[in-house]
């Protein structure tokens, strides 16, 4: 499992980390990695040590790029546990990875997050629900396979550059009067 972002209190890691003993019970090897940094950092780790759980939590911090690819891939699942959150980078760089993404149901994550498609979308600040939607993809290698394969598709259909710079062209041609 994967989580990616800036360690503020906005991006909801405490509710990811408060659903990891729920998984952690029905995967003892499960590991979620963390990429990023941020004033939360100290209150995370001492949060997962409270329940147990640090050897299951991997910090890594600022990462490459190189890296974070890396990590894209070897994950089984991205999950976004923002309480608020616009059009994110971070789900658009899983599903073209071919993972799924569980994301918390914000007007951001909805534009790309197809609920039971392409990923699941899971009330905000809802550890239970996080720890479900987990569980669920873990059990299920094939439902993830296919997750994983339409939010590639989604991807290189909706935010491939050169479709993207055909929109903007339109846009600027339109603006221009042309």
Known sequence: MLAVGSLFRREGFEYLIKAMPKVVKEFPDAKLHIVG??????????????????????????????????????????????????????????????????????????ETII?????????????????????????DYELCRKMGLEGRRLVEGKYDWRIIVKQYYKIYEEIAGR
């Open 115 to 139: 609920d039971g498609r392409n990923g699941f979308l899971v009330p905000r600040a809802d550890p239970s629900s996080i720890a479900e939607a987990t569980c669920k993809l873990l059990n």
């Open 37 to 110: 940094s941020g004033p939360e950092k100290q209150s995370l780790v001492i949060l997962s040590r409270k329940l147990d759980i640090s050897g299951h939590i991997i910090f890594h911090g600022y990462v490459s790029r190189d890296e974070l690819y890396r990590l894209y891939k070897m994950c089984r699942v991205l999950i976004c546990s923002a309480l608020l959150k616009g059009q994110g980078i971070a789900q658009l760089e899983a599903m073209a990875s071919g993972r799924p993404v569980i994301a918390t149901d914000t007007a951001g994550y909805r």
